[in-house]
Structure formats: C-alpha cells, structure tokens
C-alpha cells in the first residue's frame, strides 16, 4: 500500500531533516514534508522526534505553521506533515534588496505584530524556539508570517539550567550566549526576534559576524560596552568575556534609524526594547507585543502579498 504522502522535490534541507514539497494522494493537496534524520540502528522513536511532535502539538497558533501528520516509513524513517507555504522571510526580504526597495512600512508593523504574536504563543506554553532567523519564518500571502522548525526547540525551565551554547544561527545569537553565560531561557528569543524587527524594517541584518567574536564586537559597537549599570555582575557571570573589549558608547541604534526614518520614536522604541544585552531587562513576549507602535489606530492593510 502506497503511502499517504508523496515527497516531489527538495525545497530545504537543515542539520535534523529535508524538507520536500509533497503531494497528499488523499487530496491531492500540496504539503510540505520533512523527513527526518535518523541515526542508523536506532531503536525506538529518537528524542527530537518526540520533542518536535510534542512542541508543535501544544504551539497551535496562526502565526505558527501547522503540523497536519506524522508518517512512518519502515521501522526507522519519520515524515513530518505541515501545510506548504513556499515563501520564507528571508526570500522576500532579499527580493526587495535585489530591486534596491524596502518593504513596504504598513507590511513591516504587520509582520512585526504577527512575529511577537507567534514568539508569544510558543512562550505562553514555555517552549524556547532557540532558532529564529528569516529562513525559519514562513510568509502566507494571507496569513501572514509563520514561525516554523522546531527542531532546535525545547521546554523551558523553572529551574536555572545549563543548555547547549551550539544554538541559534550565528547572527541572531543573544550576547548571553556569545559570551559564555552558563544559563539561558526565553529572554535568547527576544534578543532573535529584535534583530528580525531590525531587518524586516531595513532589509539587511544588523549583526552579520563571521564568527562569535565579530558577532559580538558588532553588537557592542551599536549598542555600547556593556556596564555593570546596564548588567549587574556581567564580568563574574560571563566566562568569555574579555576586559579588553574596548568601551563603546551606546549609539541609540543610529543605523537603523538611519535607514528606516519612517519608524519613528515609538518604532525605534521597540526595536531599543528587544536588543538589550542583559536578557533580565529584555521584555516579555506579552509585553513587547503590546508595545504601543504595534497598536495604532488605523485600519489594517490587506494582508495580501504584492508581486515581488
């Protein structure tokens, strides 16, 4: 007997699985399927899938792509069934850049609120995500954005643990993690989601380091050296932090500013609110998606997508 779902072509493909566009032969209808990766010999169902399955189950939100089925191919092979959206933030951000454009500001304010709207679904049910950047954030032409691949996710935890420093893509790693905290929670989220805000506003990424160090050098650039003002106990609390990084004042993220005038105090607030270096002073989800640039009266804009 054929199974239900037909993988046509790879779309993606990441560190625990390939994503295909597939054919459901019930409906026909598209999906989007990724086929796990599995260790050879395996017995029994491996932890990421279990993990993923079960975040994903408890995260249902429209902001968050939806997990339709799970199926099993053989003793070992596990497919994960989502609806197929074939856009992704980072596609059409760099859309805009090839055309030398910005997107539209009334789409940026309804990209930010669906983004904090999705994060805050996740935290509401106290998972990390712990892997957002554009590639990772789905755009339906009515929906709006969706935050998918949860594959890096995982539980948060009351209690102070210590989690693995090998998350996050580089360029959206908090400065928590980049400088050796022993402990992290969803506050690495936040820091994500401000550098997303940044560059769904600007186009372009505001930290592109080419290692951990440069990384963290250019986040001090923009935002100042941290101080034990602005970070109480930063220096005992941070195994990689250097005391001969030099002392940047904070520059009130003039770039950004710069490149996107159109945001204007409240927008620029926001943005300000997120990329705090000390996670203890960043907001909540809650919090950051009441921010009051995110409620503005005025009708909606249609949510549709323009050509690109």
């Not at 030398?100 to 679904?121: C, R, S």
């Not at 210590?162 to 996050?168: A, E, G, I």
Request: proline share 9%.
């Amino acid at each position: 007997m054929p199974l239900r779902y037909e993988a046509l072509h790879v779309v993606g493909s990441g560190v625990f699985g390939t994503v295909f566009l597939a054919r459901d032969r019930e409906t026909n209808d598209r999906v989007a399927l990724k086929r796990l990766n599995v260790k050879a010999g395996q017995n029994g169902v491996p932890a990421n899938v279990i993990r993923e399955v079960s975040l994903l189950r408890d995260c249902v939100h429209p902001n968050i792509v939806k997990l339709k089925d799970l199926q099993i191919v053989g003793l070992d092979g596990f497919e994960l069934i989502f609806e197929y959206i074939p856009d992704d933030l980072h596609r059409v951000l760099r859309c805009y850049w090839r055309k030398g454009t910005q997107l539209p500001m009334e789409k940026v304010v309804l990209y930010w609120q669906d983004l904090l709207n999705g994060i805050h679904a996740c935290h509401t049910q106290m998972v990390i995500h712990r892997d957002l950047k554009p590639q990772n954030v789905l755009v339906h032409p009515i929906d709006g954005l969706k935050i998918c691949d949860f594959g890096l996710a995982r539980m948060s935890s009351r209690r102070v643990e210590s989690y693995t420093r090998d998350v996050v893509t580089l360029w959206y790693r908090g400065p928590e993690i980049l400088l050796g905290h022993p402990s992290y929670d969803l506050p690495v989220d936040i820091w994500s989601a401000g550098c997303l805000l940044a560059e769904i506003a600007t186009g372009c990424p505001i930290f592109p380091g080419d290692s951990e160090i440069g990384t963290i050098v250019q986040i001090m650039q923009l935002l100042g050296t941290p101080t034990e003002a602005t970070w109480p106990g930063f220096e005992q609390c941070l195994s990689l932090w250097k005391p001969s990084y030099p002392s940047w004042p904070p520059t009130g993220l003039k770039t950004i500013n710069d490149q996107r005038p159109e945001l204007g105090d409240a927008g620029m607030d926001l943005v300000q609110t997120l990329l705090v270096m000390n996670p203890a002073a960043r907001p909540t989800s809650r919090k950051a998606k009441a921010h009051a640039f995110l409620s503005r009266p005025g009708p909606a804009p249609p949510r549709g997508f323009p050509p690109l």
